[in-house]
């Protein structure tokens, strides 16, 4: 059974730089395309980034030369860098992929970025 663990969350200050991790079993994580989004309250949750199994990312706008997304596949683990935080970057992240057919997503992490 695939389970997606997401942790590195916390406060930080604007300006300041996490990184998420997403942990994952059952399943090989480099050989799927894997995805980080986010939700805030009152809001959809938003696609942020996205690694496919031959290592091509994308990301969405608002987080373009801020956030990276990488992988480690001798961990199975996913990651999210994230630097040059926002007030607006405040979200829950979560980590999601699909394997025969079926979502798979984490319990998320929350960020929150204040002073």
């Known amino acids: 059974q695939v389970q997606l663990v997401e942790s590195g969350g916390g406060l930080v200050q604007p300006g300041g730089s996490l990184r998420l991790s997403c942990a994952a079993s059952?399943?090989?994580?480099?050989?799927?395309?894997m995805h980080w989004y986010r939700q805030s309250p009152g809001n959809e949750r938003e696609l942020v980034a996205t690694?496919?199994?031959?290592?091509?990312?994308n990301y969405t706008d608002s987080v373009k030369g801020r956030f990276t997304i990488s992988r480690d596949g001798v961990k199975n683990t996913v990651y999210l860098q994230m630097n040059s935080l926002k007030p607006e970057d405040t979200a829950v992240y979560y980590c999601?992929?699909?394997?025969?057919?079926?979502?798979?997503w984490g319990q998320g992490t929350q960020v929150t970025v204040s002073s």
């Open positions: 999601k992929t699909r394997k025969l057919g079926v979502d798979y």
């Open positions: 690694i496919t199994r031959s290592g091509s990312t």
């Open positions: 059952g399943m090989i994580s480099s050989l799927y395309t």
